[in-house]
């Protein structure tokens, strides 16, 4: 039962929250303010609101208050910024100014306020930089990227042909194969080391990020709304996802580290025996660095506290957002079979080749699939450590600042039925890859992800290699062709509703 104490405790600061948040809301609106709808319930701010359909509430809240306009995440003000002009300026023009991540909650509490992907200023860029470096080499022709991606989707098709040929195939969920296969990839970066596919130690770490994600979907309303963590018992699963992220750290994370650190401190890169070689890995490159920048006595902000979060988050980041990407993928291929024959014919055509150069009409597929998808609608908050203005209104230090992407996936600059899923629209006059300025999946600027080259290699190598093998195609259900909708499911990010596909031997559909 909840203590007594606790729930006063927790009902005053409840209360407290309250008064803050009226004390906000009664504060003049000046004519230099964002405009922004009032708000209804004290406390709780537009998040009511903005739970359901955020998209499409962020769409009507535009269309009445401009490009740009204030909302309360609970009780904390949040500047919403929209279409390509005003988001240029901001993650491209001012982007340094905008670079920091505002304080937060769950930063403090998850993560310590260490690592990369909450921190801000230099302790921010120096963590940065050193993965920036290390996946780039990782990433470029002749680095490991291609063979752990090259081995984890090979394991992922020798996993669907057993279940093609028991006949397990035919309505399958394939979320949970995507996840360890993406995770493979992540912590042979992070560690340098493969793990055995099947390993218990490997599903469990997996399993582990993906209830962290799963937990945070919700738990993300204690970083509007810190009182709901004090509250007795566990509203929004705050308490599952905090325990679960220090058990990532300590039982996977410190582990790893520790290891490395043993081969890189007793110095044994120069060994012949290659087992006692220090793998070039995120994880090794990051101590190597922080070593001899402590032997030369050069100041630094890489530490052994940084150093666990820093490769969480980097992990974390690939997680979520690869698994997804991929489940997405295949989602809109059942829907769209020609696009998906178009797809296997460029792949066969060119032998399965890892060139990503050889894959325009398969990559520009997957840039609509981001696109029409839009996996990452209100990507993580960025903000200006002093008071300063957006489009000419002001905005005190600190203030949350959300890029709204889906005004720019679903803009006029897309051109013709931005509705329309259309791979088309990626591919210029003269038959190549065009980028335009308008695509930021990834975001834009000094913030932007660190995993751009990794994910599109990533997502190009597994369809590769699935196209290359299998057909994928709606599940029947009594004969009568069953497709699941093309809808998702907003949190952290936007993953597709869990849904079922048949899978058959490529040139074989039932
Ligand atoms: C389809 C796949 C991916 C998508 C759509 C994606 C998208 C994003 C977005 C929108 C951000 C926020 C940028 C901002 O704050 O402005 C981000 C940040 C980040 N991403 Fe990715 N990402 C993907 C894959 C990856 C991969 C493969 C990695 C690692 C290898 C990665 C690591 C990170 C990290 C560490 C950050 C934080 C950067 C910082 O705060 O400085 N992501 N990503």
Sequence with gaps: MADLSDVSTSLAL???????????????????????????????????QMSSQPVQQLRLLRQRYGDVFRLYMGSYPVVIVSGAEMIADVLQTRGAEFSHRPPSFLAETLANNKGLLNTSGSTWLEQRKTMIRTLKMQAATGGHLETYIGKAAQRLTTQFKSLVDSGQADMLDVAPFIKRAVFFVSFSLAFGRQLDFDSEFLISYANHYDHFFRCLNLAVLTAFMPWISWLPGDLVGYKKCKETAEIIVKNYVEPEIARLKSIVNNNNRDVKDSSTVAPFCLASVYIDEMRQKEREGTPTFLSDEHLPITISDVIAGSFDTMSSGLCWMLLYLIHYTDVQETCRREILDNDCDLDIAKYV?????????????????????????????????????????????????????VGDDPTAFRPERFIDDEGKLHIPKWFIPFSAGKRMCIGMAVARKELLGFIIELLSKFQFSAPKVNGRECMPPLEGINGISHSPKPFHLCVTLAGQRK
Aim: net charge neutral; with cysteine.
């Design 361 to 413: 009409y398969t990559q520009a597929v997957i840039m609509e699939v981001q696109r029409h998808a839009n996996m990452a609608p209100m990507p993580p908050a960025h903000c200006c450590d002093k008071d300063t203005e957006i489009g000419g209104y002001f905005v005190p230090k600190n203030t949350a600042i959300i890029i709204n992407t889906d005004s720019l996936l679903m803009g006029p600059e």
């Design 14 to 48: 409840g209360l407290v929250a309250v008064t803050l948040s009226l004390f906000w809301l009664k504060r003049k609106n000046t004519s230099r303010d964002p405009p922004g709808p009032p708000v209804l319930i004290p406390g709780f701010g537009h998040l009511l």
